[in-house]
T-cell receptor, first 115, second 114 residues
Framework: GESVGLHLPTLSVQEGDNSIINCAYSNSASDYFIWYKQESGKGPQFIIDIRSNMDKRQGQRVTVLLNKTVKHLSLQIAATQPGDSAVYFCAENVINTGTASKLTFGTGTRLQVTL | DGGITQSPKYLFRKEGQNVTLSCEQNLNHDAMYWYRQDPGQGLRLIYYSQIVNDFQKGDIAEGYSVSREKKESFPLTVTSAQKNPTAFYLC?????????????FGSGTQLSVL
C-alpha cells in the first residue's frame, strides 16, 4: 500500500485551483467508465461514473467528461483541497448483462495539492 | 456499518509457503473480486465470483486460488507457485456483477516476501 504510486505521473495544483486529470482508454467498445480515488495504504473509493450515452456528468465538486471520438476521459475537481491529494484511477468496462463487471484500470495519476 | 473487511493489513510470506488473505463483506453483494496492485501499475484482476460456489479466473490467476463457500466470504490463497507475490491485494464486491456496476473496495492487504 505505501509503495503504490511510485513512478506515476504527477499533477501539482495549488489549493483552491481547479484540477484536471486525464485518461486515455483503449477499448472502443467500452461504454461504462468510473473514476476512483486512492489514498496511501487504502482501497480505491468511488468518485463518479458515466455511461457512453453521455458526454458530461457532474457530482459534488467533480465533473467527468467523456470524448468517445478520441477515447478520452477527464476528471475535473473544482476548488481543489488538501484532502484531494491522492492517486486517481480511471476504469472502463463493457456493459454486458449477465457477465461480471471486469473493470480495466488505468495506471493512475497522483494529485498533489500545494498550500 | 456495511462494508468490506480485509485481513490482515500486512502479511509476510516465507519461501515455499502458502498464505491466505481474508475478505468479508456485509453488503449482501453477489459478486466479489480480487485485484493485485503493483507500484506504478493499475489494478489487475486475479479472480472473481458472481455466485456462491462458482468463480472465474481473471487476467493473472496463475499461482493463486480462491473459494466461495459463503456469499459473505471470498478468501484468496497465494500459493508457492506465485514467484513474485509481493504486492498490495485488494478485494472488492458489486451488487450483481453486471458490467455497469461500480466496485466497492476493502482497505487492502500488503503482502511481502521474507
Amino acid at each position: 500500500g505505501e509503495s503504490v504510486g511510485l513512478h506515476l505521473p504527477t499533477l501539482s495544483v495549488q489549493e483552491g485551483d481547479n484540477s484536471i486529470i486525464n485518461c486515455a482508454y483503449s477499448n472502443s467498445a467500452s461504454d461504462y467508465f468510473i473514476w476512483y480515488k486512492q489514498e496511501s495504504g487504502k482501497g480505491p473509493q468511488f468518485i463518479i461514473d458515466i455511461r457512453s450515452n453521455m458526454d458530461k456528468r457532474q457530482g459534488q465538486r467533480v465533473t467527468v467528461l467523456l470524448n468517445k471520438t478520441v477515447k478520452h476521459l477527464s476528471l475535473q475537481i473544482a476548488a481543489t483541497q488538501p484532502g484531494d491529494s491522492a492517486v486517481y484511477f480511471c476504469a472502463e468496462n463493457v456493459i454486458n448483462t449477465g457477465t461480471a463487471s471486469k473493470l480495466t484500470f488505468g495506471t493512475g495519476t497522483r494529485l498533489q495539492v500545494t498550500l | 456499518d456495511g462494508g468490506i473487511t480485509q485481513s490482515p493489513k500486512y502479511l509476510f510470506r516465507k519461501e515455499g509457503q502458502n498464505v491466505t488473505l481474508s475478505c468479508e463483506q456485509n453488503l449482501n453483494h453477489d459478486a466479489m473480486y480480487w485485484y493485485r496492485q503493483d507500484p506504478g501499475q493499475g489494478l489487475r484482476l486475479i479472480y472473481y465470483s458472481q455466485i456462491v460456489n462458482d468463480f472465474q479466473k481473471g487476467d493473472i490467476a496463475e499461482g493463486y486460488s480462491v473459494s466461495r463457500e459463503k456469499k459473505e466470504s471470498f478468501p484468496l490463497t497465494v500459493t508457492s507457485a506465485q514467484k513474485n507475490p509481493t504486492a498490495f491485494y485488494l478485494c472488492a464486491s458489486s451488487i450483481k456483477g453486471q458490467g455497469n456496476e461500480k466496485l466497492f473496495f476493502g482497505s487492502g492487504t500488503q503482502l511481502s516476501v521474507l
